[in-house]
Nanobody, 119 residues
Framework: QVQLWDSGGGLVQPGGSLTLSCRAE????????FAWYRQAPGSQRDRVAR???????EYTDSVKGRFTISRDNAKNTVYLQMNDLRPEDTAVYSC?????????????WGQGTQVTVSS
């Protein structure tokens, strides 16, 4: 079993920066993918960025050039560096881990952290 702990959210002015952290507790398989999702009030939850065990990253178009996903394997932690934040980035951000062992893929979610961009 794996538990994820999201942190780092807060209130920031437009143009500001935040770094979110997702710490994983438990054993992680060698075939995995971490992703950050966000959900604004009244909207569906959308994937923002992801990184796999090979280090390949992918971003949704609206955050390209502003957000960076990275990982620290020694700390079992994934980060989302968010720069040039905009009001439309306001949402609850949640980390997701997908692990595959054989034919089985398991998914785990963090509890979410609120990001509010406002002047």
């Amino acid at each position: 079993q794996v538990q994820l702990w999201d942190s780092g959210g807060g209130l920031v002015q437009p143009g500001g920066s935040l770094t979110l952290s997702c710490r994983a507790e438990g054993s992680i398989s060698s075939d995995y993918e971490f992703a950050w999702y966000r959900q604004a009030p009244g909207s569906q939850r959308d994937r923002v960025a992801r990184i796999n065990n090979g280090g390949t990253t992918e971003y949704t178009d609206s955050v390209k050039g502003r957000f960076t996903i990275s990982r620290d394997n020694a700390k079992n932690t994934v980060y989302l560096q968010m720069n040039d934040l905009r009001p439309e980035d306001t949402a609850v951000y949640s980390c997701k881990l997908s692990m595959t062992e054989g034919l089985i893929t398991a998914h785990f979610w963090g509890q979410g952290t609120q990001v509010t961009v406002s002047s």
